[in-house]
T-cell receptor, first 112, second 112 residues
Framework: KNQVEQSPQSLIILEGKNCTLQ??????????LRWYKQDTGRGPVSLTI?????NTKSNGRYTATLDADTKQSSLHITASQLSDSASYIC???????????FGAGTRLTVKP | DGGITQSPKYLFRKEGQNVTLSCEQN?????MYWYRQDPGQGLRLIYY???????QKGDIAEGYSVSREKKESFPLTVTSAQKNPTAFYLC???????????FGPGTRLTVT
């Protein structure tokens, strides 16, 4: 069983709308949680990084939240654009930072 | 893709042949990683290295080999012992004092 579960698996929204992607994890001891954007056929690009003590982090139209008590994170995208169409991957690092657990990703499609 | 290059972007091989994937970084990072990405699954760690001439097996090292003769380079060899080598391979690097991990553009390997 994957220790990092993302939902939904895929999502289709209209341009200009907001959306929220979920990441639940069971791994511990926790070091940090990162969200990445991956365009098809490309390498992932970092969006946000949060440590245990941070509960929100923004990067432009992307806002990530973290609840370390319930082991849940979300990525909120506001005013979506066609270029937001991509897979979004949640990654949780354990204390040594070399042990990283990757979610399977959420595939987002933004339609005009 | 942050100063990490992978070549080639696409690679085709016949079954039974070994193949080497290149990964070079100019970020002066100590740690380098190789991941495999399959549809519907999270990235899985093949090997990682934190220092020249030293590397550690990841979760799916069987059928793969690596070397780290220079800090900038971390080539991955997919051997004929790898049962299902067709996949998208991603290289990453990290400064050991930071959480952020930078990914290369990936190599898509197809073995027939």
């Amino acid at each position: 069983k994957n220790q990092v579960e993302q939902s939904p698996q895929s999502l289709i929204i209209l341009e200009g709308k907001n959306c929220t992607l979920q990441c639940n994890y069971t791994v511990s001891p926790f070091s940090n949680l990162r969200w990445y954007k991956q365009d098809t056929g490309r390498g992932p690009v970092s969006l946000t990084i949060m440590t245990f003590s941070e509960n929100t982090k923004s990067n432009g139209r992307y806002t990530a939240t973290l609840d370390a008590d319930t082991k849940q994170s979300s990525l909120h995208i506001t005013a979506s654009q066609l270029s937001d169409s991509a897979s979004y991957i949640c990654v949780v690092s354990l204390y040594n930072n070399n042990d990283m657990r990757f979610g399977a990703g959420t595939r987002l499609t933004v339609k005009p | 893709d942050g100063g990490i290059t992978q070549s080639p972007k696409y690679l085709f091989r016949k079954e039974g042949q070994n193949v080497t994937l290149s990964c070079e970084q100019n970020l002066n990072h100590d740690a380098m990683y190789w991941y495999r990405q399959d549809p519907g699954q999270g990235l899985r760690l093949i090997y990682y290295s934190q220092i020249v001439n030293d590397f550690q097996k990841g979760d799916i090292a069987e059928g793969y080999s690596v070397s780290r003769e220079k800090k900038e380079s971390f080539p991955l060899t997919v051997t004929s012992a790898q049962k299902n080598p067709t996949a998208f391979y991603l290289c990453a690097s990290r400064d050991l004092t930071a959480y952020e991990q930078y990914f290369g553009p990936g190599t898509r390997l197809t073995v027939t």
